[in-house]
């Protein structure tokens, strides 16, 4: 599924490393693999910032794009809050990164989103 206009896909393909084939969400996840492998375990502190959890967090600015990695101490950016989406278990850190985006792709892309604004 191409989700860029030809010229941007051709664009993103040129700055990308070859072994990906233009696909960007293959390195979207290289921070949360790299993390676990003994050679860059120095970098899963990286990865998060747990605050104490009578402070407040969030920057818009700097985090609305990964806003649970960002979060108190006790919930663990989302990874202890556990729900059901839809007819699977999940927490709500996964169904944040991952589960929310493909549901939407699934249900939505190639169809008219102008039939789901309010009138």
């Known amino acids: 599924m191409n989700l860029l206009e030809p010229e941007a896909a051709h664009t993103v393909k040129n700055l990308l490393p070859a072994y ?21 375990s120095w970098t899963s502190p990286l990865h998060f910032i747990d605050a104490p959890d009578n402070t407040c967090t969030f920057d818009y600015d700097r985090d609305i794009h990964q806003p649970l990695h960002v979060g108190h101490t006790t919930d663990e950016g989302g990874n202890t809050i556990d729900l ?4 699977h278990k999940s927490n709500f850190h996964h169904v944040w990164d991952r589960e929310i985006i493909l549901t939407t792709l699934a249900d939505y892309y190639e169809k008219d989103v102008d039939l789901l604004q309010v009138k």
Do not use: E, M, T
């Open 20 to 40: 990906v084939n233009g696909d960007l969400s293959a390195l979207c996840v290289w921070p949360d693999q790299i993390r676990h492998w003994h050679k860059y």
């Open 84 to 87: 059901r989406w839809f007819r």
